[in-house]
């Protein structure tokens, strides 16, 4: 207190709590940053993961199990014990339930946001122009699938294995699949339907086949490293793909004009006549109600932004099915979330 009081009497009342209020506000913003970056070497090196799975567990034991510098490893610990994410005491840690709160659902937003780190160590160079994505510096591919799949099963994939489920689909191909979240989802609510994901990225579908070996649905899933612009082998070996699902997936080519995006609808409706496409996308936001309303979506738009990746809004999609000559059979949008569904033929 008398500290308190001698501040005081060198600053003067206002000046000592405009101080404090200011640095309590820049703390919300410089917190986040260390937060994440802790809890993000934790997830990396699967000290995370251990926590969470454990009640308590022994610091030597996390520290030598994964090779780690025990002196970092102490100070993350410290930290986080800190802001009460984890009790660090006596030699052993666990995980707090706000921290277990957070891994919870929202874990997707923190892997998602990982999936970008790269990107944001390399922001000055980017800036300055001395670095360009994707030459220069890309995405973590396996955490885009892995944190947009936790992400997407909040919403998007209930409601696109219910279009499947209403149209009768019986075999599903699912572009960009990630981790390959939406397929297991789907497998799960739909017992009589087989699937085959195919993804771009050889270090995310090495991560697909690593979780595809240990579920009880690898018998009625498949993997196929493919790019879907050229998915003539997918189509001669499964001619009696009935549903082509793509989840957040079209927008990553936007930004080479939705001509592209057309084009690439309207050659998979050749390959796979007797399927319908059900597109999960991203419907842009106009700035203005995120300027009054600042919702998550802003950290997607900036994170989209820097990575060249174009969103449209629901029109777009609607002109996009059109340009393709396709008719849309089923649509729903909601602007609550900025997602948008669309069934077409
Ligand atoms: C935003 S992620 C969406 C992942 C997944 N659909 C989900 O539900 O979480 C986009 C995925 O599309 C993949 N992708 C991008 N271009 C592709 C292409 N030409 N062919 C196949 N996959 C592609 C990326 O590697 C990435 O895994």
């Given at each position: 207190m008398s500290?308190v009081l001698e501040?005081?009497?060198?600053?003067?009342?206002t000046?000592?709590i405009r101080t404090?209020?200011?640095?309590?506000?820049a703390?919300?913003?410089?917190?986040?940053y260390?937060v994440?970056?802790?809890?993000?070497?934790?997830l990396?090196t699967g000290v995370l993961?251990?926590?969470?799975?454990?009640?308590?567990?022994?610091?030597?034991?996390l520290?030598?199990?994964?090779?780690?510098?025990?002196?970092?490893?102490?100070?993350?610990l410290?930290y986080?014990?800190g802001?009460?994410?984890?009790r660090f005491?006596?030699?052993?840690v666990r995980?707090?339930?706000?921290?277990r709160?957070l891994m919870?659902?929202?874990?997707?937003f923190f892997?998602l946001?990982?999936a970008?780190e790269?990107?944001?160590?390399r922001?000055?160079?980017l800036?300055?122009g001395?670095a360009?994505y994707?030459?220069?510096?890309?995405?973590l591919?396996?955490?885009v699938g892995?944190g947009?799949?936790q992400?997407?099963?909040?919403?998007?994939?209930p409601i696109?294995t219910d279009?499947?489920?209403?149209?009768?689909?019986r075999?599903?191909l699912?572009?960009?699949c990630g981790?390959l979240?939406?397929?297991?989802?789907a497998?799960?609510?739909?017992?009589?339907?087989?699937?085959?994901g195919?993804?771009?990225?050889p270090?995310t579908v090495a991560?697909?086949?690593?979780v595809l070996?240990?579920?009880p649905?690898?018998e009625?899933?498949?993997?196929?490293?493919?790019d879907m612009?050229?998915?003539?082998?997918?189509a001669?070996a499964?001619?009696?793909i009935?549903a082509?699902t793509?989840?957040d997936t079209y927008h990553e080519?936007?930004a080479?004009?939705e001509?592209?995006v057309?084009?690439?609808?309207?050659q998979?409706?050749?390959?796979f006549?007797?399927?319908?496409?059900?597109?999960?996308?991203f419907?842009k936001?106009?700035?203005?109600k995120l300027?009054?309303r600042?919702t998550?979506?802003?950290?997607h738009?900036?994170?989209?932004?820097l990575?060249?990746?174009t969103?449209?809004d629901a029109?777009g999609?609607?002109?996009m099915?059109t340009?393709?000559?396709?008719a849309?059979l089923?649509?729903k949008?909601f602007?609550i979330v900025?997602h948008g569904?669309?069934v077409?033929?």
């Amino acid at each position: 207190m008398s500290q308190v009081l001698e501040v005081i009497r060198l600053l003067g009342l206002t000046k000592s709590i405009r101080t404090k209020r200011g640095m309590d506000k820049a703390l919300r913003h410089v917190r986040g940053y260390a937060v994440c970056s802790c809890l993000w070497s934790l997830l990396e090196t699967g000290v995370l993961d251990r926590l969470l799975e454990a009640e308590d567990a022994a610091f030597d034991a996390l520290a030598d199990e994964a090779g780690l510098d025990r002196h970092v490893l102490e100070s993350i610990l410290m930290y986080l014990d800190g802001v009460g994410l984890v009790r660090f005491d006596d030699g052993r840690v666990r995980a707090l339930p706000k921290l277990r709160r957070l891994m919870a659902e929202p874990r997707g937003f923190f892997e998602l946001t990982y999936a970008y780190e790269p990107i944001f160590h390399r922001l000055t160079d980017l800036l300055r122009g001395r670095a360009r994505y994707p030459d220069d510096v890309g995405r973590l591919g396996k955490y885009v699938g892995r944190g947009s799949g936790q992400l997407c099963r909040a919403l998007p994939y209930p409601i696109l294995t219910d279009m499947l489920r209403r149209h009768g689909a019986r075999k599903v191909l699912d572009l960009g699949c990630g981790d390959l979240a939406f397929l297991f989802y789907a497998c799960e609510a739909l017992p009589e339907v087989r699937c085959v994901g195919v993804d771009i990225d050889p270090p995310t579908v090495a991560y697909a086949r690593e979780v595809l070996a240990e579920s009880p649905l690898a018998e009625r899933i498949e993997v196929v490293q493919a790019d879907m612009f050229d998915l003539g082998a997918v189509a001669e070996a499964h001619p009696d793909i009935d549903a082509v699902t793509a989840v957040d997936t079209y927008h990553e080519y936007l930004a080479e004009g939705e001509a592209k995006v057309a084009g690439l609808m309207r050659q998979l409706r050749t390959q796979f006549p007797a399927a319908l496409l059900y597109v999960g996308e991203f419907c842009k936001q106009p700035h203005e109600k995120l300027r009054r309303r600042p919702t998550a979506f802003l950290e997607h738009h900036l994170y989209h932004d820097l990575t060249n990746q174009t969103i449209s809004d629901a029109a777009g999609w609607r002109r996009m099915a059109t340009q393709a000559g396709l008719a849309i059979l089923e649509e729903k949008v909601f602007d609550i979330v900025g997602h948008g569904y669309f069934v077409l033929r």
